[in-house]
């Protein structure tokens, strides 16, 4: 594959546009120096006709949110029937969907917390649910827009009705699960190490936990029982094909281990578009497996194709 053309999708226009840049810069030069003839694509609404000149071999898609991992830029190419990597339509779709996605989670025997799809403007006066609860976009990542409501707040949060609320109308209201936040990547349909995130300074993992530097550390291998460690593994991998995922993909758990060692795991979203940069979570994943990031990424470039 040295030598192949690929085109670097990256920015866009969804929020998560500044995490995207530095994801594609990060893979576009890793890739160079792999031997890659690269183009790097900063998104637009004319991506389609712009493809369509370049005829790349293959597309490394380093968008993230809305338009790039929600089967929209996916459905792009396969029109164009370029060969892309990570997931296709309808996995990239599903799983942005985050109550369609716990909903086949759950089918498949993994653990979700309870929680139900709400009109925002309907969140005014009473609590929907008891608290403590999170109120989430149904379709957002990187922690936007995530709210949570502790046990003692004595009304909704405002900001979800507010006209400063950029994030859609349809929220996910979730009982909030205390604990530790673990999460585990898959690869190639084998499952990668387990992460224990650790947020600094803030109450959860969070976008600037998420990015900002020295914002969280990362415990890899997690520091838990290998019994717990084992099943979320087993559940990772079980979520990738439940959803329907190809290439990588992250799966995001909270364990709550306040009453008793055995706690409660609770798988929160799979992640179809994971951080591409080299200290992001699923190339750390991958490090610790023993793939360089060069490797890594040119292992995804060989894994790409259409009809995903």
Not at 295 to 307: K, N, Q
């Amino acid at each position: 594959m040295g030598g192949k053309h690929v085109a670097v999708l990256l920015g866009g226009f969804s929020s998560e546009r500044p995490v995207s840049l530095s994801s594609g810069k990060a893979c576009a030069d890793a890739l160079e120096a792999e031997g890659f003839q690269v183009t790097r694509v900063d998104v637009d609404h004319d991506v389609a006709s712009r493809l369509a000149e370049l005829k790349p071999d293959v597309v490394f898609n380093a968008l993230h949110g809305p338009f790039g991992e929600d089967g929209t830029i996916q459905g792009i190419l396969e029109y164009l029937q370029i060969p892309y990597t990570h997931s296709g339509v309808l996995a990239s779709a599903l799983a942005m969907d985050k109550s369609r996605a716990k909903t086949v989670a759950a089918a498949a025997g993994i653990p979700v917390a309870s929680s139900i799809v709400m009109d925002r403007f309907a969140i005014v006066g009473e609590h929907p649910m008891k608290p403590p609860y999170v109120v989430k976009p149904v379709r957002e990542g990187s922690s936007f827009g995530v709210v949570i409501v502790k046990e003692d707040q004595a009304h909704p949060p405002q900001i979800v009705t507010s006209s400063e609320w950029r994030y859609g109308d349809e929220v996910l209201v979730e009982r909030y699960i205390y604990g530790r936040e673990l999460t585990c990547g898959v690869m190639d349909g084998k499952v990668l190490g387990v992460t224990e995130i650790v947020p600094l300074g803030h109450s959860f993992y969070d976008y600037d936990a998420k990015y900002a530097k020295g914002g969280s550390k990362h415990v890899l291998p997690a520091e838990i029982s290998p019994n717990l460690y084992q099943n979320i593994q087993t559940l990772s991998l079980r979520a990738h094909e439940a959803i329907g995922c190809r290439g990588v993909s992250r799966s995001d758990f909270r364990f709550d281990d306040r009453f008793s060692e055995e706690g409660e795991l609770v798988w929160l979203e799979i992640n179809t578009q994971p951080g591409m940069t080299p200290t992001s979570l699923v190339p750390e994943m991958a490090a610790h497996a023993g793939y360089s990031f060069g490797e890594f990424l040119r292992w995804m470039v060989e894994d790409a194709s259409c009809l995903r």
